[in-house]
Structure formats: structure tokens, C-alpha cells
């Protein structure tokens, strides 16, 4: 089974690769600067609020 999901990664890679537009677009660190700290954010208000439930 791991050999078969090497086997699938690649090839989906080589397929995204052919039909994505990679490199078309310059990439910007900002917008995953910004996705990480919503990410934080959310995580730590679920937390929170999970904590909260259990008394």
C-alpha cells in the first residue's frame, strides 16, 4: 500500500504540474502570514470555547 501511494503522488504531482498554473503567479508570503495567524486564532478561540464545555 505505501509503494502505491508514492506511485499516486508522483503522478498527480506530474499531472498538476502539466494542467496548474504554476509559476504563472508571483507568490505572495503576506497571504500565508495572514492564513497562519487566522489559523492560530481560530484554533485557540475552539480551545477556548472546548475547554469551557467541560467545565
Known amino acids: 500500500m505505501p509503494l502505491f501511494s508514492i506511485f499516486t503522488g508522483i ?5 498538476a ?3 496548474l498554473p504554476i509559476g504563472e503567479q508571483e ?3 503576506a497571504n500565508v502570514g495572514i492564513t497562519v495567524v487566522i489559523i492560530i486564532v481560530v484554533s485557540i478561540i475552539s480551545q ?3 475547554a469551557s464545555l467541560k467545565g
Open 11 to 15: 503522478y498527480g504531482g506530474m499531472k
Open 48 to 50: 477556548m470555547i472546548i
Open 27 to 29: 507568490f505572495k508570503w
Open 17 to 19: 504540474k502539466k494542467e
